[in-house]
């Protein structure tokens, strides 16, 4: 069974990609206001983000579309 996407796994990923120092004793609210202060600093234009394997069970008939 694939994991449940975790917030803080999310923004851990995007300040380890950005080279930014971050506490994962953190609150998410900090997080995500730093999250974007970051990503407007280097002016990013698009966040891709791949859910697809995460939100598909492995098993044909365990998904629900």
């Known amino acids: 069974m694939p994991q449940i996407?975790?917030?803080l796994?999310?923004?851990s990923?995007?300040?380890f990609e950005l080279g930014?120092?971050?506490s994962a004793a953190t609150?998410?609210?900090p997080l995500?206001?730093?999250s974007r202060e970051?990503?407007?600093k280097v002016s990013a234009r698009m966040?891709?983000?791949n859910i697809l394997n995460v939100s598909m069970p492995a098993k044909a008939k365990d998904r629900l579309v």
Request: glycine share 4%; charged share 25%.
């Open 5 to 7: 996407p975790e917030q």
């Open 32 to 34: 995500e206001k730093l």
């Open 27 to 29: 609150r998410l609210s």
């Open 47 to 49: 966040l891709g983000v």
């Open 9 to 11: 796994r999310f923004y």
């Open 20 to 22: 930014a120092p971050f």
């Open 38 to 40: 970051l990503l407007r």
């Open 13 to 15: 990923s995007l300040f």
